[in-house]
């Protein structure tokens, strides 16, 4: 087959040129000792990890009580393993993930702090993990008490009058504030249907505007890369709701015209929706209140250091100013003299976008990470991750300028010549930082960047780190032009080569089956 | 500040090499009026030893996390979660990754993700499954607007009244922005607590988008499944199943095989604690045909340039990355760690574990159910249920007060979400519950009559 053969004639060149490399010898065809097979392919009929307390002796069965009709015969493919056998599988499985507490992973726009392990141990405090969501308000005082807490600690760092902790995540967040500044409009009489978004925005910024019923209109930010007033002020007309900006934008930069731009939008009567995806830049340093925002969300994974999670979960409230609180998503946090309660009368409001109270378990997690740092801390970490991305943007320049003249704030976007010298794509340097234990950046983003690598370090890499990245970045760009073929077929030392991801699309294989050959 | 390894030096060393003199350099280009306001007015940090303090004094006020014999349900479910499945969540590997963008340094997670994807077909009886949603009411959410894109012209969403109240607000909430949607509720029978199916066939027609019915349903009911998918595919209509109570899959038939098209869920009961609600899991499932308006990430099988097997992320078109407005949903990150959760949790219970214990779910459930009958307590609805039942008490407020005070946590009062229902409880018994429980709240909810 086509895929076969080119698939044949990529080893071969990848063989010839990996002769150097002691990891060639793996790839020569000997077994892989490091691949994990499947669940379903370890199992064996009769095998089981559970130990589920037998039933009373002439105890009816289910099958009996339900009727044989309702019940399924098996579960066909099913895994049958042995305790040791599951966790030996996962903790193989483990062994071939990066994470941020083993390498460097300055991935841009994602904020890839050390997650204190603290955290972790206060979430599982049987008072906060054992709550179930329906106990009544006054046996969940202390679950209720820290949302209120954390609500306010959020309300400061952002310069706003009232916070949901309600979002399951960032992009739920976003939905949130723009169905919020729906129901603003909506409430005042006014049928606005658009909303402003720059050209150098987060993918789920548009997305979430079409989910909100708003007709996207794209900004141009400028030659130095950020949006000027007057750009917004002949986008505006009444038919706007608002203007959907990230600060620092996606290309690391504080929008300068921010507060004139926010006077401009509230002058025709719409709004500033503040993407607070980089507020680990603005921490002690510019409130989202103070610019103009009347809307902000906020993503605890990233600024308030809980887990990534290799993808969730995350949170992500909303804030807002005293005008759109109505519209909050209820439940919120109301208080009489029996204490905490959850308030549903608010009756301008949006409604829910998920079950129940919010993602509490991130929530403590954020809340023990705002405690440890407090409000100096907080802001001594902004400046050191903007310290961190200013000091790589310029170690780096040599080789990989920036893509702006403007000063980098929390993370810095460069780009690079080898495409053009060497033929050597951002994916293939990215390929090959793996080789030297390094997570890549963000690639291929913000789309106004031809080949961009979006870096973000972070304040708790230390300085060595830094520099062993940049060395590495300078050691693939000489490599780039001395052995391009080397890069291009990077990685050589995990426990995988490239991996074909166009033939995943082609034949989408999205579940194991028994009958597959 | 213990995270922070900058030291004196560094930062010296570090604005040397910038070109600054002092960190405040780096953001004078903020405009003066902003920083000027920018203090945080927060306490200094806290050690930990003060943290653990403050935190463990707000964790004991929750007297209601430990102090009860419980029987909450309605959507959050106690079960035992087994020790390996903390052991594996909490490795850093797991925990401290991202999106597996990079495959080759993601293996763990997308080969997880893939074993989760499958476990979650098998469990529904349907062709894929997606890398998990945030929980199950925004999958329910999720699904009605993949139904929409699936039969564009179609206007009317049915949703069965006895879905858990969370669940059909939020589908509100998330079609509150589409225009000619029109969403209707499906009455349930008085008698059995199940769907009135006439009802519902009032309600389809050439105008019917989908119908939406909970599997169990917010009573525990073991709906008509397959009545209620063949006469809404009959329609020409898109039928989905909610389920909060995923252990039922290990035991009852799969929605699939009854010919649901999309099933949804919660899957916090696979190996996740309750946590006030949350993070849990949501799961999607649906037939390949639909594949492209499915929403969510997907991990596909592939290999490497050496012909390894390998996974990825895959068919990332349909997604807001890529696709930008045209994109079949804003969600971007999942619920990844959860989803390993799950995984793990199905590997533990396996084939014959699952279907043991939700067998032992229904058991216990209905000897709970037989020593409320014996002190004269009355299930409320007729047709078979999973691990919960509704019981009539009275006045719930009063059995529920009197329940407290003999430690137990009775159940939910329905009353506030269904008027009809006042004098209704729902109780939900798992494999946490015992006989003298049962018992005890026997005791306790007919004490007072």
Redesign the interface.
Known sequence: MAA?GK??S??RI?RSTEEAEPSSVA?A?AP?VR??P???EE?AAG????D??A?AIG?????A???TG???D????????S?PQ??R???R??????????QF?P?GS?T?????V?N????A????????????AH?????L??MARLEA?LA??T?MDAVSLHP?????G??TGL?MA?AYHHKRGAARHKVIIPDTA???N?????????E?VVAKSNRRGFLEAAEIRRLLSDEVAALMVTNPNTLGI?E?EI?AIAGALHERGALLYLDGANMNA??????PG??GADIVQLNL?KTFAT?????????GPVAVKKHLEPFL?APRLGRDAGGWRLDYGWPDS?????????????L?RA??F????????????S??A???A??VR??LEPHYPSATR??S?HECVLTHDLEKRAGVSTLDI??RL?DFGI??PTIY?PLVVHGALMIEPT?????ETLDSFVAAMEKIYDEALSNPEMVR?A?HT????????A???RR?????QPTRA | MRFFAHTERDVRAMLDTIGARCLDDLIAHVPASLRAGAAINLAPGKNEAEIAAELGALAAQNTGASAFSSFLGFGAYRHHIPAAVRAITARAEFATSYTPYQPEASQGTTEAIFEFQTMITQLTGLEVANASMYDGASATAEAVLMAHRVAPKRTRVALSRALWPDYRETVRTYLSALENIEVVEVPFDPQSGAIDIAALERRAGERLLCAVIGYPNAFGIVEPLGEVAALTRRAGAIAVSATAEPLALGLLKPPGELGVDIAVGEGQSFGLAAQFGGPGVGFMAARMENLRQMPGRLVGETHDRFGRRAWCLTLATREQHIRRERATSNICTNHSLCALAATVYLAMMGRRGLRELASRNVELAHRAADALAAAGIRTRFDAPFFNEFVVNVGDPAAALARAERAGLLAGVALGGYWPELGSALLVSVTEMNTQSEFERLAGALAGGR
């Not at chain 1, 499985?93 to 083993?102: C, I, P, V, Y």
């Not at chain 1, 890839?112 to 204190?116: D, G, I, L, V």
């Not at chain 1, 603005?282 to 409130?287: E, N, P, R, S, T």
Request: include cysteine.
């Open positions: 076969e698939m044949a990529a080893g990848a790839a065809g892989d691949s994990v499947l669940l379903f199992s095998r089981s990890g559970a589920v307390a039933r105890e009816p069965d289910a099958a009580i339900l009727g309702l019940c399924r098996d579960i066909t493919g099913f895994p049958e393993l305790e599951v966790m599988h996962f903790l499985l483990s062994q071939l993930n990066f994470g941020q507490a083993f992973y991935l994602c890839m702090k050390y997650n204190p603290l972790d141990e206060m979430a405090l049987s008072g906060f993990a054992g709550l179930h969501p329906m106990t009544p046996l969940a005082q202390g679950a008490e820290l600690a400061e760092i310069g399951a995540a960032g992009a739920q976003e939905l169905l729906r987060h993918g789920t548009p997305a979430s505007c079409t989910l909100a019923g708003f996207v504080f300068p507060a603005l921490l002690g340093v510019a409130k103070h610019m994974h887990p990534h999670g290799g993808g969730g979960p995350g949170a998503p949006i409604g829910r976008l998920r079950a129940f109270q919010g993602n509490f378990g991130m403590v809340y023990s705002i405690l440890a740092l407090g409000g100096n801390g907080l802001a001594e970490a400046r050191f903007i310290l961190a200013n000091y310029k170690r403007e000063p704030m990215a390929k793996l997570h890549p983003f304040e708790t890499e230390t300085r077929t990685p995990l426990a995988l080569s490239r991996v074909d991801e033939h995943a699309a989408p294989v999205l579940r194991w």
